[in-house]
């Protein structure tokens, strides 16, 4: 008689083990997963990339307003150039945020982001960011960091939209998972100091908000 109770524990062992996994499985993917939903959507503020600029341009304008914070465990300075762009929907724009690093050691850093309103999230699209990438950055060094963006003239479409006629990007930096420093072989920072800020259409990156 034990050893039909020992076959049975041994299954049940196994199944719960089983169980296990696949919950660790569920929880490393949840992350990429979720944020894959975001961009699909939109949803939880969450911007779109684009390849290329969409071939209308309405005459509906939008203020775009420019939003910076950094995380307590970084020390380094963020904030937009601008405080905030009026563009039509449509048109293709360059925005720049600046970033410097307080510490007296190297550290690389990387950025989220969000726009409010969230449901605007879908039609506000990105060609390029500085948060695409991590950005590291020596003691004391300044950085120009560009994000490239257009609204999608789509919003034209969405009736729940109307009322929306100013959009605010916001960007939170945080210290790079790989933390400190960064590996050899990652990207310079977009823009360094000194370098003139280019016109709408350049390769950059930022943030933004909708109100």
């Known amino acids: 008689m034990a050893r039909p109770a020992q076959g049975r524990n041994r299954r ?8 296990l996994l696949a919950m660790a499985g569920l929880t490393v993917a949840a992350v990429p997963l979720y944020r894959l939903f975001c961009q699909v959507t939109g949803y ?20 775009v307003r420019f939003n910076a914070d950094v995380n307590s465990a970084l020390p ?4 937009p150039a601008q405080g905030q762009m009026t563009l039509k929907v449509g ?3 360059l925005a720049f945020y600046e970033a410097r690093n307080n ?24 060609i390029d ?3 695409f ?24 479409d969405d009736p729940g939209l109307d009322e929306v006629n100013t959009i605010t990007l916001s960007y939170t930096f945080f210290l790079a998972p790989s933390g400190f ?16 800020r280019g016109q709408a259409g350049h390769e950059t990156a930022a943030a933004v908000t909708v109100n």
């Open 12 to 19: 049940t062992v196994i199944a719960l083990s089983a169980i």
């Open 44 to 63: 939880g503020g969450t911007t779109r990339v684009a390849t290329t600029a969409p071939a209308q341009v309405l005459e509906r304008v939008i203020t």
């Open 76 to 79: 380094w300075t963020f904030r």
């Open 91 to 93: 048109e293709t724009v």
């Open 103 to 126: 510490a007296d050691t190297p550290l690389t850093g990387t950025a989220t982001f969000n726009v409010t309103p969230q449901k605007a999230g879908r039609y506000f699209n990105k």
């Open 129 to 131: 960011c500085f948060c």
């Open 133 to 156: 990438t991590e950005q590291r950055l020596e003691p004391g060094e300044h950085a120009e960091l560009a994000v490239t963006f257009f609204v999608d003239p789509a919003i034209a």
């Open 181 to 196: 420093p960064a590996p050899s072989g990652f990207p310079a920072p977009s823009g360094e100091e000194g370098e003139p």
